[in-house]
Nanobody
Framework: QVQLVESGGGLVQAGDSLRLSCAAS????????MGWYRQAPGKERDLVAR???????SHADSVKGRFTISRDNDKNTVYLQMNSVTPEDTAVYYC?????????????WGQGTQVTVSS
């Protein structure tokens, strides 16, 4: 089993900054990638940012220049620094991790953390 514990969500005002954290523990095996998705009410879950073990990152166009994903491999923890947030960033943010065990990939999801941005 793999556990993902998220923290850092909350209610902020437009223009504020916020940092989300997600720590993975348990039978992770080798972690190949970690990332963040978000889901707003009535919408699909979309990728926000992703980072590989080697540090290669990708960010959704809607957050480029404002959000930054980073990772501490020793702690199996991924972060999402969110700057200049807008009401459009309001969503439940989900952490995910892709683990590799015996040559197979396994994806795990956190429980989600609510981010609400007021105008």
């Amino acid at each position: 089993q793999v556990q993902l514990v998220e923290s850092g969500g909350g209610l902020v005002q437009a223009g504020d900054s916020l940092r989300l954290s997600c720590a993975a523990s348990g039978d992770t095996g080798r972690i190949s990638a970690m990332g963040w998705y978000r889901q707003a009410p009535g919408k699909e879950r979309d990728l926000v940012a992703r980072i590989t073990t080697g540090g290669r990152t990708s960010h959704a166009d809607s957050v480029k220049g404002r959000f930054t994903i980073s990772r501490d491999n020793d702690k199996n923890t991924v972060y999402l620094q969110m700057n200049s947030v807008t009401p459009e960033d309001t969503a439940v943010y989900y952490c995910y991790v892709r683990c590799v065990r015996a040559g197979a990939f396994y994806d795990y999801w956190g429980q989600g953390t609510q981010v609400t941005v007021s105008s």
